[in-house]
């Protein structure tokens, strides 16, 4: 269950996050097993930013309620998960070196990194992010 915004990568994203978040913990569905995810969808080295596409969503298992949103499947498949602090500063050095810590995976460049934010790992002040590989 996921929404979607459009429009540079900055600000709004986190708030589009933010906003996502009280929706679900006014409708009770943001407790000790949720999982939400956040996907860059476009390349913004070749995405101009109007064109850009940001999406949040909350995990749910098929068939279950979706908390009045739209519902789309994610891509499974292989992916390299690195667990960094929940901190805009690691944040940031997370992307900066994605590179390095990606060099030898067979990263597929045609899928997005997917951001996982487990409640749990949210709680110790960790959050994932899960980089598709071939």
């Known amino acids: 269950a996921y929404r979607r915004r459009t429009g540079p ?6 708030q589009l996050m933010e906003d996502f978040k009280a929706y679900l913990r006014a409708r009770g569905r943001l407790g000790a097993d949720a999982v939400i995810l956040g996907i860059a969808l476009d390349d913004p080295a070749a995405t101009p930013g109007c064109a850009q596409r940001y999406e949040v969503g909350l995990v749910i298992e098929p068939g279950k309620e979706s908390a009045g949103l739209p519902v789309r499947r994610v891509d499974g498949g ?4 690195f667990t960094v602090a929940h901190t805009a500063r690691a944040v940031a050095e997370f992307w900066r070196e994605l590179p390095a810590l990606t060099a030898g995976l067979p990263v597929d460049r045609a899928r997005p990194v997917v951001e996982r934010y487990a409640a749990a790992k949210v709680a110790a002040h960790l959050c994932e992010f899960c980089v598709p590989l071939q």
């Open 9 to 14: 990568y900055g600000a709004e994203n986190k």
């Open 78 to 81: 292989r992916y390299a998960v």
